[in-house]
């Protein structure tokens, strides 16, 4: 009975979240002539972003509910240029690649679109053989925040923690993005530094970790593409 009760719950809390939904994402196409869309907003919502995330932020009406792997609520042609930063290595490939296509999809020609995501390659090169000081460093940092159960910082652990823990279900390198990004339909793609991009849109967005900069930015890589 009680179960039968927290489904019935459940479906009337997603009705009203798609209910919601709809007149978010009509208000904002309506208000707005240059249109951005964030994807997995988390505690990012930006200025004039259309931000959205899969879970439910009560109290928090700037946030449009959005499950990245399914199909996307907007019309073709509909956004300028797609954020996110933290959020495709929470989905499968397959998945992944899918929410790159929506993005191609509603994207107007010539949109850009800018991925942030943990570095699988740099994640591999904690165990170069003379590894560099950021790598020494961020290794201890790594061990200490966040593995249990072992007793000394070595790259083992810290890899493995990695790529089970936060619900990551796959860690891209620079060719496995740059990869999806062109089964997806786009072109030009180019890698970019934290906070640094030609188009002013893509600018200064990354927030992850900001009180880490330095191991967020060793840990994370940044493509850009364009939408012909």
């Known amino acids: 009975m009680r179960a039968a009760a927290q489904r019935l719950s459940e479906r009337l809390r997603r009705t009203g979240r798609l209910a919601r939904r709809r007149k978010q994402i009509k208000a904002y196409l309506s208000d707005h002539s240059v249109r951005k ?28 509910y959005l499950d990245a792997r399914r199909p996307f609520p907007f019309p073709d042609n509909a956004f300028d240029v797609v954020f996110s930063e933290h959020m495709i290595e ?19 020609p010539g949109g850009r679109i800018r991925i942030a995501t943990p570095s699988l390659e740099r994640l591999i090169r904690l165990y170069d053989a003379e590894p560099t000081d950021l790598q020494r460093r961020y290794l201890r ?25 936060w619900g990551h279900r796959f860690i891209y390198d620079e060719q496995t993005l740059r990869r999806g990004l062109e ?11 934290l906070g640094d991009s030609g188009d002013e849109r893509l ?3 990354e927030r992850h970790m900001s009180d880490v900069e330095e191991f967020n930015a060793y840990e994370t890589i940044v493509l850009e593409a364009r939408r012909p």
Do not use: K
């Open 141 to 165: 940092w790594a061990f200490e925040s966040f593995v249990e159960d072992a007793d000394a910082p070595l790259p083992g652990y810290v890899v493995n923690n990695f790529v089970r823990a």
């Open 203 to 205: 600018r200064g967005l």
């Open 37 to 64: 869309l964030q994807l997995g907003t988390g505690d990012n919502a930006l200025d004039g972003w259309l931000n959205t995330d899969i879970h439910d932020f009560t109290g928090r009406n700037e946030i449009v």
């Open 90 to 108: 929470h989905i499968d490939y397959a998945d992944g690649v899918r929410c790159l296509r929506e993005c191609h999809r509603i994207l107007r």
């Open 183 to 193: 089964a997806a339909g786009f072109d030009d793609v180019e890698a970019r530094a």
